[in-house]
């Protein structure tokens, strides 16, 4: 069976945990380029892995330290530089807060830095504090089950998503565009732009009177825009589903629990039948894990609790991530434990052994054709992220049969020169 596997990398401030409870550990120029030096090894790494991709979180005013990763495009153009195979993806631009002409020039950049090799995140954004700030002038909001005015602000999240989505695959596919949306008109009306060379070099951008009626991006990507995989995290709304299963975006699940989990693909199974596409249950998905191999339970234990057992316990669980880990019906607090984490099955943590069971029970349940390692760069020791990695590839995924692939891109069909390095 071949399956393909994406790191989700936030990064964290390179530094141990205790150096965090000191405080502003994301403004310590030293951990930065602690950070960047683990990244780079890391992304080399699984560029000889095999990996499918990396990707990058977006979070801003971090000076936590626990997600240093303003912006997921540059921080990507900076991993394709290092990088030859490996996809450079985002999980995820935090698309309601941003200018989407913006990001869609930045992403096809970035296609032609890495020569075809970018895959696009778009996320909803649960952190106030970033979308609300960044975002103040669209209204924006994040979207945080634990909002008092949840309703209404995911609402408008949602819509603007929405609307930031559209505008950037038609400035993708297409050479010359108008959007007349809720939110933005682009081109504004009332743009006088008689300029002679736009007219002969852009015909169609303006009118007889000289009014600019449409715009474009240049570069396009240098991936065909038709082609180009797009993913969506998800956490707990249905409709997120539903919306990625009718534009054929890839969701990242984020629950192990298996009803759960199993509920997410029915329904992206069926919307995605409703909306024509022929995939087989379990497919057009990606899963959430943590793996961490070592040589015995014990290491890959504490490997596991000095990373993200730190970050998801001293951070997330404050915006309700422990939701993902809750069985059908349960009632209380979950444990906010790394113990827990493994538990319930987010962490597939342990040797060879045992995490070759955990992992050939998720596929079993599962079929998954995509798996999302998040690996905690920062905190977690990074030599013994780079052995997990390799146990898991070399080790694990031989003994059940699974082997690695990797998504094909496909260049749009006018490019005719070589590639910047070929
Ligand atoms: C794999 C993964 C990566 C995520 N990355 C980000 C991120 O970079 N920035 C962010 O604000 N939210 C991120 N989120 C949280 C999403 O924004 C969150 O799922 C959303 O707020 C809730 O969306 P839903 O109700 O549509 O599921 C991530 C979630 C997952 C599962």
């Not at 960047?36 to 080399?44: N, Y």
């Not at 005015?149 to 950037?168: C, G, K, S, T, W």
């Not at 342990?350 to 955990?358: E, I, K, L, M, N």
Request: aromatic content about 8%; overall charge negative.
């Amino acid at each position: 069976m071949k399956i393909r596997l994406g790191a989700f990398i936030l990064p964290s401030a390179g530094a141990p945990p205790a150096a965090f409870e000191r405080g502003f550990a994301g403004q310590n120029p030293n951990y930065y380029q602690a950070a960047l030096r683990d990244c780079s090894r890391l992304l080399t790494q699984l560029d000889d892995l095999g990996f499918d991709f990396a990707a990058f979180s977006e979070h801003h005013f971090h000076l936590e330290g626990l997600e240093v990763s303003n912006n997921p495009v540059m921080l990507g153009a900076w991993a394709a530089m290092l990088t030859k195979h490996l996809r450079i993806g985002q999980m995820g631009n935090v698309l309601p807060a941003r200018n989407p002409l913006l990001l869609a020039e930045d992403l096809a950049m970035l296609d032609h830095f890495s020569e075809g090799r970018m895959m696009a995140g778009f996320a909803r954004g649960y952190q106030a504090r970033h979308v609300a700030t960044i975002g103040q002038k669209l209204n924006a909001h994040s979207t945080a089950a634990n909002d008092p005015q949840y309703a209404e602000h995911d609402r408008v999240n949602r819509e603007l998503f929405v609307e930031h989505y559209e505008i950037i695959r038609k400035a993708w596919a297409e050479p010359l565009f108008s959007h007349q949306g809720k939110h933005w008109k682009l081109p504004p009306p009332g743009i006088q732009w008689n300029h002679p060379a736009t007219r002969h070099m852009a015909p169609g951008m303006i009118d007889d009177d000289g009014q600019l009626v449409k715009i474009g991006i240049a570069p396009q990507p240098l991936q065909d825009p038709s082609t180009i995989e797009v993913c969506i995290p998800f956490t707990m709304s249905p409709a997120t589903i539903e919306w990625s299963a009718q534009q054929g975006v890839t969701p990242i699940i984020f629950t192990p629990i298996e009803p759960l989990a199993k509920g997410c693909l029915d329904l992206y199974h069926s919307a995605a039948q409703q909306a024509g596409r022929n995939l087989a249950w379990g497919k057009g998905v990606g899963h959430f894990r943590e793996i961490v191999v070592a040589d015995t339970d014990a290491e890959a234990i504490a490997v596991m609790e000095r990373g993200l057992g730190y970050i998801w316990t001293r951070w997330h669980d404050w915006f309700g991530f422990n939701e993902a880990l809750r069985y059908p019906g349960e009632t209380g607090d979950i444990p906010n434990t790394p113990a827990c984490v493994r538990e319930r099955g987010y962490s597939l943590c342990g040797s060879v052994d045992t995490v070759a069971r955990a992992l050939e029970h998720m596929i079993e349940t599962l079929s998954p054709e995509m798996i999302v390692p998040w690996i905690s760069a920062g905190p977690a020791p990074i030599d013994a992220l780079l052995k997990s990695n390799e146990l898991l590839v070399q080790k694990v995924l031989p003994k059940i049969g699974i082997e690695l692939t990797r998504f094909k891109p496909t260049l749009r069909g006018d490019v005719t020169a070589p590639t910047w390095r070929r």
